[in-house]
């Protein structure tokens, strides 16, 4: 079975650019989450859909921050403009369901340096 | 806002010990627990989930739960040195989060030969 697809890998930028990042989840899989972990931490919550449907969007940054998944398979995660907190890794995520038993498995991520 | 604390690092066994990886949340709420390995520069994997009180074994590793403490852990026994990661700790939230994960900051584990 095919991981969870992300890209790109690595994204190098200046403050105040906009910068997308694209993801594919796992075939079948209802639930798709992204995440930003900053160097030294766990990874954090920005946005969780649920097919086509946003179910928790309470931690993105939504006046620079958007992120959308048009026909409940693969999604896509702006910044603009991107400030320098933004460096981090943009983690997706995806699991078969929403429910509190369903593990999620990761992509490898976007490596997001800004300058 | 939900915590996940995990026991401070680096931790650093010789091959062949056991490893004792802790974490404990603040959210009673919680019904499922997960442990991810994380190399560095890698994504999380998921190596462990627990759902009930008591142990959980898999092959070398055991995660241990008691939800009246508040406590999770996780043993990795006769540890290699390929066990060297970041041990991450995630706590599914309870009531209005559901489904939302709360990771903790992560121990790193260094096992020598």
């Known amino acids: 079975e095919a991981g969870v697809a992300q890209s790109p890998r690595y994204k190098i930028i200046e403050k105040r650019q906009s910068v997308a990042f694209w993801c594919n989840p796992i075939?079948?899989?209802?639930?798709l989450y992204w995440y930003q972990q900053i160097l030294g931490q766990g990874p954090k919550l920005l946005i969780q859909?649920?097919?086509?449907?946003?179910?928790?969007d309470s931690q993105l940054p939504k006046d620079r921050f958007s992120a959308e998944r048009l026909k409940g398979v693969d999604s896509t995660l702006k910044i603009q403009p991107a400030k320098l907190e933004d460096s981090a890794v943009y983690l997706c995520?995806?699991?078969?369901?929403?429910?509190?038993?369903?593990?999620?498995?990761f992509g490898d991520g976007t490596r997001l340096s800004i300058l | 806002q939900k915590e996940v604390e995990q026991n401070s690092g680096p931790l650093s066994v010789p091959e062949g010990a056991i490893a004792s990886l802790n974490c404990t949340y603040s959210?009673?709420?919680?019904?499922?627990f997960f442990w991810y390995r994380q190399y560095s520069g890698k994504s999380p994997e998921l190596i462990m989930s627990?759902?009930?009180?008591g142990d959980k074994e898999d092959g070398r590793f055991t995660a241990q739960l008691n939800k009246a403490s508040q406590y999770v852990s996780l043993l990795i026994r006769d540890s290699q040195p390929s066990d060297s990661a970041t041990y991450l700790c995630a706590v599914n939230g309870g009531g209005s989060t559901l489904g939302r994960l709360y990771f903790g900051r992560g121990t790193q584990l260094t096992v020598w030969p």
């Open positions: 075939s079948g899989h209802a639930t």
């Open positions: 959210d009673r709420g919680s019904q499922s």
């Open positions: 859909f649920q097919n086509n449907g946003v179910v928790d």
């Open positions: 627990i759902y009930s009180n």
């Open positions: 995520a995806s699991s078969a369901g929403g429910q509190n038993n369903q593990p999620q498995h």
